[in-house]
Every structure is written in structure tokens, then in C-alpha cells.
Nanobody, 126 residues
Framework: VQLQASGGGLVQTGDSLRLSCAAS????????VAWIRQAPGKEREFVAA???????YNSDSVKGRFTISRDNTKNEVYLQMNNLKPDDTAVYYC?????????????????????WGQGTLVTVSS
């Protein structure tokens, strides 16, 4: 399993940004793919996840602003981030875990995710 995140950068409050995750996952296995972020000096935090059936889940802190989606033809997962705030400044990680069911409800505990890509830094200036 390989995950590679990209798309981070420096933006201003209210701007939008889209992160991409190129996911190389084993066939015949169900996965949940998620975005986890870590702000400076803070613990890692669940942001959003998508299961193999396409259902999506967002944390309360980004609900209504961030959208996770997937393009199966490209094996990519995206995080569309709108109306960015300085509190969204963090390193964003694309992560994945094996699950038994394609309809599995994703865990919101970052420690449950076995596979991690390198992070991409998002900085939101005020």
C-alpha cells in the first residue's frame, strides 16, 4: 500500500485548496481512506474519510467546508477545502486501513489507520 499526498500550500483566509492522494491499494480488499491533520503543537486530528462504497464522513470542525471524494479511475482521493481558516493550518496526511466491509463506518481515531503517506503542509494566513 502506498499513499502520496500533494496539493498543500500557502493560502489566505477564505480561500480554497484541493489536496490529492494517489492511492496504490491492493485489489480484492476493502479500505477506508481518510485525511488526518496535525497542527503545530497539537495532536493528530481526524478530518474526513470515505469508505469503499463511497460514503463520506467529516469531522464537525470541517463539516460544510471540506469535502472528501474519490476517483476510482485514477485511484485518487481528494480533499476539497473551502472557506479555509487559520485554524486549518496543519500537515495533512492521507491514510488508509483495511476493513471487513465496503460499507464500514470509518474510525475517527487516527491510531486505527495502518497506512500513512507523507504529509502535505497547508498554511492559512489571516
Amino acid at each position: 500500500v502506498q499513499l502520496q499526498a500533494s496539493g498543500g500550500g500557502l493560502v489566505q483566509t477564505g480561500d480554497s485548496l484541493r489536496l490529492s492522494c494517489a492511492a496504490s491499494l491492493s485489489t480484492g480488499t476493502n479500505y477506508v481512506v481518510a485525511w488526518i491533520r496535525q497542527a503545530p503543537g497539537k495532536e493528530r486530528e481526524f478530518v474526513a474519510a470515505i469508505n469503499w462504497s463511497g460514503s463520506t464522513y467529516n469531522s464537525d470542525s470541517v463539516k460544510g467546508r471540506f469535502t472528501i471524494s474519490r476517483d476510482n479511475t485514477k485511484n485518487e482521493v481528494y480533499l476539497q477545502m473551502n472557506n479555509l481558516k487559520p485554524d486549518d493550518t496543519a500537515v495533512y496526511y492521507c491514510v488508509a486501513r483495511n476493513v471487513a466491509s465496503r460499507r464500514a463506518v470509518p474510525s475517527q481515531d487516527y491510531r486505527d489507520y495502518r497506512y500513512w503517506g507523507q504529509g502535505t503542509l497547508v498554511t492559512v494566513s489571516s
